[in-house]
Structures are given as C-alpha cells and as structure tokens.
C-alpha cells in the first residue's frame, strides 16, 4: 500500500488519493459509503463514483471463490452425467442473451489461471466466446507456459480473429506465444498443401501436436454461426456438412452427433489443429451458452474432447433435459 494519505486542512483527501483512500475503507476496513463519505468530506455519489473508477483502473480485482460455482447441484449433475473433471456454472435468471454470455466468459476467465499448471502448453480457439475470455482475464503470471494458436486466421469484421484471441490470452497469462501464421482455409487443396509444408508453418502446427490443455467454444451448425460469418464456410458448404450430419463446429472443424469429425469439402483446404489433437487431453475447457449451443456442445462432449465445462443454469439445465439426465 502506498505510503498514508495527506490530508488538507479541510480534513478532506487530496484528489489523487481519494479514489484509493476510498477503496481502502470500503473494501478492506467495511466501512459503508456514507460513513466514508462524511469522514472524507465529500458527498456519498462521490464515493460511489471512486468505487467505480477503483475497479476501471484496475486498483480493486474482485473475485469469487470457483467452489460457489464448480459445487453448484446443476455442477455436479453435469460432472456425474457427462463424467466431467468439473463443471462451473454461473447464473442467468435476470440476465439476458449478451449478459449470459459475458457471465459465462466472466466465470471461465477466473478460473482457467487455476486450472494450469507450471510446463502446460495450452490450446487456444477462436470466436466470441474465447476472445472475452481472454478480454476478461486479469493480468496473471503463470510459470513456464505456453500458449498456442489452434486454428488460422481468418477475414472477420468482429475483432475477435484467431491470432487476437491466443495473443490476448498469452499476454493477460504472462506465457509464451506461438501463433500460426497461416489462413484458416484456402481456395485451393494443392496450395494449402504447400503452405502446411512450409517449415516455419509446418513447426507450428507441429506445436499444436504438444499442447496438453486447450480452451474452446462449441459452435453451432447453422447459418447464423461464426464459421460462416468468418468466411471460412460457405451458406452452401454449411448445407452440405449438415446434409451429412454435421451437429456442431469445435476449432473450424464441423462434427456430427458422436462427436466425430465430418469429412467434407474443406478438410483438403484447413489449415488448424486436427480434431484427433484434442482427444484425451488433460483439459479440454469447453466454454458456450446458449440454446443454439447445447446441441454443440453435447457433440463436443461425447466426442471425448471436453473434460470441464463452464456454462450458464439455464444451458445446463437444457443440456442435462436433452442428454435424458
């Protein structure tokens, strides 16, 4: 802590102090905003409004303890019903589609630190989810981590590309970064080809082989999903893979019900982590909510990929009704 405050002779904190002053009585001593108002000198909407700039600039983190959440009943019946490690489930009832699903990243962004471990090389994915993830991530120091790009990049208008999500989560993580420096599909199989031979390329999607940990979002298989909004789908191709079963997306990858890929026309031009790297991971942190998702990620979690889950009530209590738990 700062060396003590100096107060004016009016009794009040100087102004560059007051915020922290502030953030000191209420959020360590308990002291409520009026009686730190009337010692301080100021009026109580002041309070409130250094309260809030404390959080802004970051000086006050506030956390909650992962067993409120990973303890939660809908938690445990989604650990025993789909043999997670764990679940974590965070509230929904008041809060609307956007709300839910910044919850959801909320929830996954204080618990991933905890789940990593010194020498782990994580995967990560991309898409709306995993980027406010990595937004939402206080700045940590993990030892000896790495962080690696699952799937190429792409052409979106939305901020969230592939590269963005991974740097964002390597530098909020204090790791390592090993970004693929490739387009997540091309127009021709022979060039995709050539370019996933590229020794620079070919290096890092071998470090893809090496990752023991990933985080991904579950995507859903229709028209309004990100694979098509990103470009990397056609509306036509999308026909197609759901022709031939296709329930769900995991890292650009289109699956069926059993969670198996769906070959199809774009496997020759990809260029990402295959969906066999994912298996048997020692964490597959599967992060979505949403009506639209639950088909998804029940996909996800029956193909072997996902060994913890964070998600939203009213997702879980869907996936649970669906899988018959």
Not at 203 to 227: R, V
Not at 266 to 285: A, H, N, Y
Request: proline share 4%; charged share 20%.
């Amino acid at each position: 802590m700062a060396a003590p405050m100096r107060r004016r002779a009016t009794g009040q904190v100087s102004g560059e102090n007051i915020v922290i002053e502030a953030a000191w009585m209420y959020y360590h001593e308990g002291r409520t905003q009026s009686c730190i108002a009337e010692q301080l000198g100021v009026s109580r909407a002041t309070i409130v409004n250094c309260l809030q700039e404390a959080k802004e600039l970051g000086l006050v983190r506030i956390t909650l303890a992962p067993e409120a959440f990973t303890g939660h009943r809908l938690a445990e019946q989604l650990r025993e019903r789909f043999g997670l490690a764990a679940a974590y489930v965070v509230p929904d009832d008041a809060a609307g589609e956007e709300e839910a699903l910044m919850r959801v990243a909320r929830g996954a962004a204080e618990w991933l630190p905890r789940l990593l471990a010194p020498g782990d090389k994580l995967g990560v994915s991309w898409g709306r989810t995993v980027y406010e993830v990595a937004e939402a991530m206080e700045q940590t120091r993990t030892e000896d981590v790495s962080v690696s790009q699952l799937v190429g990049s792409m052409a979106t208008p939305y901020g969230f590309t592939a590269e963005i999500c991974s740097a964002h989560m390597a530098m909020k993580l204090g790791a390592k970064l090993v970004n693929l420096h490739a387009p997540a599909v091309l127009s021709d199989p022979d060039l995709a080809r050539r370019l996933r031979a590229e020794p620079i390329i070919a290096a890092q999607l071998e470090a893809l082989s090496h990752c023991n940990k990933a985080i991904f979002a579950a995507g859903s298989a229709n028209h309004e999903s990100h694979i098509v909004s990103s470009g990397v789908a056609t509306h036509e191709e999308l026909d197609w893979y759901t022709r031939h079963g296709a329930t769900g997306v995991l890292c650009g990858r289109f699956i069926d019900a059993q969670g198996r890929s769906v070959p199809g026309p774009l496997d020759d031009r990809m260029i990402g982590v295959e969906l066999d790297k994912l298996e048997g991971l020692d964490m597959g942190l599967l992060v979505s909510t949403g009506q639209d998702k639950v088909r998804p990620m029940l996909s996800a979690i029956a193909g072997g990929y996902v060994t913890h889950v964070v998600t939203s009530v009213s997702t879980a209590e869907e996936m649970l009704s669906s899988a018959g738990g």
